[in-house]
């Protein structure tokens, strides 16, 4: 079904029944630069009725406290409701507050008037034809948990893409694995998978390389710590509460 080389693309649809995540989940994360607690962020699925169909509602808040917000003051906001079939996406909402910076858009996801694209309409650019099956960018990270249920063992250096409509340009979302790790958090030891996403350079990354994502190795495949590295230094996302997951969390190596 796949074909391995070394970028995998993983936009079509497949699905083996196990889930990754359901309805109810909730990870909350803390954000910090050096010992600095720099802000909190949270990752929710809420199962929700759109437009008469069913489905999840995936939200992403991350903002500033203390000192960090009189600095920065960051207030950021995805949201994406999402097929449960398919987790492809119906419509989602980009809500930026950064300094004085501000960008609220939508887009609506059609996925299905067409055998071999999808369309989006976003509320800055209008509509675009993207590949079938294109998610957002909060929608991808769900996308790919589930999906990492159904592909056979990565290697090192591996490639997995997904293409994703993002910041209102066609963006082929490129995550490199980089291996295995154990991660210390406040829960114990959690054996992890060890990403590299492509990330956009400009106005917050210096270099395509600068951030990483540690999964747990289980079938929940949460995201255990973030790694950012911007022009300030380097931001860690701890994950510090979990709720509702979908399985055992096995990765944690319990004492």
């Known amino acids: 079904m796949f074909a391995f080389t070394s970028i995998l693309n993983i936009n079509a649809h497949a699905q083996n029944g196990k889930k990754?995540?359901?309805?109810?989940?909730?990870?909350?994360?803390?954000?910090?630069y050096g010992f600095i607690n720099?802000?909190?962020?949270t990752l929710q699925v809420n199962e929700q009725v759109f437009n008469g169909k069913p489905a999840y509602?995936?939200?992403?808040?991350?903002?500033t406290v203390g000192i960090a917000n009189t600095l920065?003051?960051?207030?950021d906001t995805y949201e994406?409701?999402?097929?449960?079939?398919?987790?492809w996406p119906y419509f989602s909402i980009r809500n930026i507050h950064e300094g004085r910076y501000r960008h609220y858009s939508t887009q609506t996801w059609d996925h299905w008037s067409r055998p071999d694209s999808s369309i989006v309409i976003s509320s800055k650019t209008g509509k675009v034809v993207v590949s079938k099956g294109c998610q957002d960018i909060l929608s991808s990270v769900y996308y790919l948990r589930n999906k990492m249920l159904t592909i056979p063992p990565l290697k090192q250096d591996q490639t997995i893409m997904v293409d994703t409509y993002f910041t209102d340009e066609k963006y082929p979302l490129t995550v490199r694995f980089k291996g295995y790790e154990t991660i210390k958090t406040k829960f114990g030891p959690v054996k992890c998978m060890k990403f590299m996403p492509v990330v956009i350079t400009g106005r917050v990354f210096k270099t395509k390389d600068d951030m990483t994502i540690w999964f747990s190795n289980d079938s929940?495949?949460?995201?255990?710590?973030?790694?950012?590295?911007?022009?300030?230094?380097?931001?860690?996302?701890?994950?510090?509460?979990?709720?509702?997951?979908?399985?055992?969390?096995?990765?944690?190596?319990?004492?």
């Open 80 to 87: 994406s409701y999402t097929d449960p079939a398919t987790h």
């Open 72 to 75: 920065y003051n960051v207030n």
């Open 57 to 63: 509602h995936l939200y992403l808040n991350g903002r």
């Open 220 to 255: 929940n495949f949460i995201p255990i710590r973030i790694k950012f590295d911007i022009f300030v230094g380097s931001v860690y996302c701890d994950l510090i509460e979990y709720k509702n997951l979908a399985n055992e969390f096995t990765a944690l190596e319990r004492k």
């Open 20 to 32: 990754a995540f359901i309805g109810g989940e909730r990870l909350k994360y803390q954000i910090y």
């Open 38 to 41: 720099g802000g909190e962020a």
